[in-house]
């Protein structure tokens, strides 16, 4: 990943929004509008929005392979610690980006470049 440019005022509000989306409640929406519209204007927030999506659409996977494992019980737990870890993730990336830095989320696929 090329070096991004150091956050500045409405995009650092932006950024941390992104990430916060999840505990919002339009987990997904807010990532993939400020991705479409902000990419080619700021490499910083498509950088970010890119990383939100990536992580949204990877712990839908892992809810929905978790619905079959129920059936031997094993399903419960593991749903319970994506629930568990996504806003705990979602927090720390936040966090890290208020303070200008970006936040890699664990066990993401990268599907959005």
Same mark, same amino acid.
């Given at each position: 990943m090329d070096p991004l440019p150091p956050p500045t005022g409405?995009?650092?509000? =932006?950024? #941390?929004?992104?990430?916060?989306? =999840? =505990? %919002? &409640? $339009? &987990? %997904?929406?807010?990532?993939?509008v400020l991705?479409? +519209?902000?990419?080619?204007?700021?490499? =910083?927030?498509?950088?970010?929005?890119a990383e939100v999506l990536n992580?949204?659409?990877?712990?839908?996977l892992y809810a929905l392979c978790c619905i079959p494992l129920m059936v031997i019980l094993i399903g419960f737990p593991? %749903?319970?610690?994506?629930?568990?870890? &996504?806003? #705990?993730? +979602? #927090?720390? +990336?936040? $966090?890290k980006a208020s303070d200008g830095g970006f936040y890699r989320y664990p066990v993401t696929i990268r599907f959005i470049h």
């Amino acid at each position: 990943m090329d070096p991004l440019p150091p956050p500045t005022g409405n995009d650092k509000v =932006l950024i #941390i929004l992104c990430h916060l989306s =999840l =505990l %919002f &409640g $339009v &987990g %997904f929406l807010l990532p993939l509008v400020l991705y479409l +519209a902000m990419r080619r204007d700021s490499p =910083l927030i498509a950088a970010h929005a890119a990383e939100v999506l990536n992580f949204h659409i990877s712990l839908i996977l892992y809810a929905l392979c978790c619905i079959p494992l129920m059936v031997i019980l094993i399903g419960f737990p593991l %749903f319970i610690a994506i629930a568990i870890g &996504g806003p #705990i993730c +979602a #927090i720390i +990336a936040a $966090v890290k980006a208020s303070d200008g830095g970006f936040y890699r989320y664990p066990v993401t696929i990268r599907f959005i470049h």
